[in-house]
């Protein structure tokens, strides 16, 4: 067995019906070939133990028999070590934590048998850990009488470890099973043993249901909200800081932050943490302690409700920095929020958090980034020229995983804005993951079924399986039971994805008006000719799932490139005009000769401009006029003008010589050819060279050259 093998049975476990070939590549980032390999390795391993093999139905995907669902949980927590082969990332997450937390010398000998690979293997993870330890400033190095020794500030040291239990101990309710395993392996469960002397795994293990216990006291007493996921980081912070409590390792804080720290209503609660952790554990937390944990609870709780939203200096500035970033994202993403004040106040909530994080260089982690950036590429890099504001105001800069969060909000602001469905079927999320991931889900759910509106969002905590909810079905991010058809989901939906939940939704619509073109009687005659039944039931069930389903697929939304929009008859060059509103009409001129828009958009985008200012201009010498795809609007275009001699627009000191005026049907479509767009106008070089232009084809040279990015 090995982390591929028990994530694939982990997913099928929970899976109520077959799962497609296609959704199983995408969730384990395989190949086809990968997964037929690990398909014959999990059933050698099912036969082994006298178990039903997974099932693979043409069409339909593979499926786990219920007999073998209940058994393989039991099954994998009494795995014998020799069984489980640790995976490149789970050999180096568990050496990171032996290394950091040992309280004996740990020599090669005993790291290769930690992960039970040879010598070389083992050698070459510990230079890369090195190299990993390194982003944290801590130092690995050999001495020949202690060991491998990790030396660095006591801060460093436990941010490096949640960073690497956070990878260990995943939060996602289907990878509970290999978490099991890993503490199994790890953990050296004896709950005899001192705490001081516990394993670290082994200490998670044993009081992680306590202490979170312990934070759903504090913050139902504190009035703190919190994200299912937040509950499960700072679970797992306070066990890590018991942890080097309880084995003599302690943080420090200057006395200047400490004060500060002491005036916010989350050191209250930290005390109020401390204090119970200190009994629980025997264990003396200090104030600097308490304090190192009050910056910890500001950079992941959402408001303290007493205290609603304290008006200081930094929330005005967050709310300047919020109105910044609104306003420059619709500039360069060429859209309007319609509720724009909605959508700054969740941001202001979120950037509460994320500025917090920064100050106290906090570590998140964001599961989701790599899925942001291939499903919603625009929108990140989009998100990425805008929060400067913020890193100058901080003085740091935002990795990806923060950025991923707040790409979160603009993508599913952008998807939920508009007409809403028509209320015919009703749905509830449940989601573990936050609130921008469950707007984002909402936005993508009531995209693609039309008929549906998502009439609730729960938390996990707050989504009770006994209680009678008014919805035809659940879609939930987390494995769930309900008397109610639940859909399993993944917060940001891929094509195979969505296609899948489609395909459930039909299903789950036409057992109560199916026609079939199929007797199931008669081929349950035929059936029963030929062989026996065990469960007629089951297979009335699965026949009718085969021949119900109409198979939907969904057609790629349109994102033409840069060159698709900007052809040879939608530039104009070396133009000379009188101002800048007869600059907007000439630049819209080929549009309005191809149909594109009508007179009315022009009149829009001369009107938006008298109104909001010159928003448009997004560089020095250049402008991007659009108005809202309602107000004229026919089909997606884009046309470039250049001016001998700039143009000004009002309340502005820049002359503006290029002119690309954009035409978007909805908020998406255009993004990949404005995200190519922005890059070329990011080149100061090429500007000048379409500014010099005197033929279109130099201009359509450079814009073939971008449309390739």
Avoid at 207 to 215: A, G, R, S
Avoid at 230 to 246: N, V
Avoid at 354 to 370: A, E, F
Avoid at 500 to 528: C, G
Wanted: one cysteine or more; glycine letters at 4%.
């Amino acid at each position: 067995m090995d982390e591929r093998s028990v994530h694939l049975l982990s997913h099928l476990t929970h899976a109520k019906e077959y799962v497609p070939i296609k959704e199983i590549i995408d969730k384990l980032q395989i190949s086809r070939r990968t997964l037929y390999y690990d398909l014959q390795k999990t059933n050698d391993w099912l036969k082994d133990q006298d178990l039903e093999p997974i099932k693979n139905v043409r069409s339909l995907g593979l499926s786990l028999p219920e007999a073998t669902k209940q058994k393989v949980p039991a099954l994998l927590q009494e795995v014998d070590t020799q069984q489980y082969y640790f995976s490149e990332k789970e050999r180096r997450n568990l050496l990171a934590v032996s290394l950091i937390t040992t309280r004996s010398p740990l020599f090669l000998k005993d790291l290769m048998r930690k992960i039970k690979v040879s010598r070389g293997t083992t050698i070459h993870e510990v230079n890369k850990l090195k190299e990993e330890f390194a982003s944290f400033q801590l130092h690995l190095h050999f001495q020949r009488t202690d060991g491998y020794i990790v030396e660095g500030d006591e801060n460093q040291k436990r941010k490096a470890l949640l960073y690497y239990l956070s990878h260990i101990l995943a939060a996602d309710g289907w990878n509970h099973l290999v978490n099991e395993i890993q503490v199994l392996l790890n953990g050296e469960l004896n709950d005899s043993a001192y705490e001081i002397e516990k394993n670290t795994l082994s200490f998670i293990h044993e009081y992680f249901p306590f202490i979170e216990e312990l934070v759903r006291d504090s913050v139902t007493k504190y009035g703190i909200q919190i994200t299912d996921e937040m509950y499960q980081q700072l679970s797992l912070r306070l066990l890590i800081f018991s942890k080097r409590l309880l084995e003599g390792s302690t943080i420090h804080i200057e006395e200047e932050e400490k004060e500060v720290l002491c005036t916010t209503p989350e050191y209250e609660v930290a005390t109020y943490i401390s204090k119970r952790l200190e009994s629980m554990f025997q264990v003396s937390f200090p104030e600097d302690e308490i304090a190192y944990l009050t910056m910890h609870l500001l950079g992941i709780s959402i408001r303290v409700d007493q205290y609603e939203f304290d008006y200081n200096e930094v929330t005005e500035n967050l709310k300047w920095i919020i109105e910044q970033m609104v306003f420059d994202f619709q500039r360069y993403a060429c859209v309007f929020f319609q509720d724009s004040p909605k959508l700054k106040e969740d941001l202001l909530n979120h950037l509460k958090q994320t500025y917090y994080r920064l100050k106290y260089d906090l570590v998140i982690d964001n599961p989701l980034v790599k899925t942001i950036q291939q499903t919603y590429g625009e929108v990140f890099q989009l998100t990425k020229k805008v929060i400067h504001h913020l890193e100058d105001y901080i003085g740091k800069s935002l990795n990806e995983d923060e950025i991923g969060f707040l790409a979160m909000y603009f993508g599913g602001w952008l998807k939920r804005e508009g007409t809403k469905p028509q209320a015919r079927k009703r749905t509830m999320i449940v989601c573990g993951n936050g609130v921008s991931t469950s707007q984002l889900l909402q936005s993508q759910i009531e995209n693609l079924l039309t008929t549906v509106d998502v009439v609730n969002i729960l938390s996990l905590r707050e989504f009770d399986e006994k209680a009678a909810y008014h919805v035809d079905f659940i879609v939930s991010t987390i494995p769930i039971k309900h008397t109610i058809p639940v859909f399993h989901v993944n917060p940001i939906l891929t094509d195979i994805e969505k296609e899948t939940l489609l395909n459930k939704f039909n299903l789950l619509i036409q057992r109560k008006t199916w026609s079939p073109r199929y007797s199931i009687p008669a081929l349950m005659d035929i059936i029963q000719k030929h062989t026996t039944i065990v469960d007629e039931k089951k297979l009335k069930e699965e026949l009718v799932q085969y021949f119900s389903t109409e198979k939907q697929t969904l057609s790629k939304g349109v994102k033409p490139v840069l060159q698709e929009l900007l052809t040879e008859d939608m530039i104009q060059l070396q133009q000379t005009t009188m101002n800048w509103k007869t600059a907007i009409k000439l630049a819209a001129q080929p549009m309005l000769a191809n149909g594109s828009v009508l007179d009315e958009y022009v009149e829009a985008m001369i009107n938006n401009v008298i109104e909001l200012g010159p928003y448009v201009v997004i560089a020095p010498k250049i402008a991007i006029p659009h108005a809202r795809p309602e107000q004229g609007v026919k089909r997606m275009g884009m046309s470039l003008l250049t001016l001998k001699d700039g143009v000004l627009f009002e309340k502005s000191d820049n002359p503006v010589q290029l002119m690309i005026v954009l035409a978007a049907v909805d908020k998406e479509s255009h993004l990949k050819a404005l995200a190519q767009l922005s890059e070329l106008l990011s080149n100061e070089k090429d500007v000048q060279r379409i500014l010099a232009a005197d033929n279109k084809q130099t201009v359509l040279e450079l814009i073939a050259r971008y449309s390739q990015n």
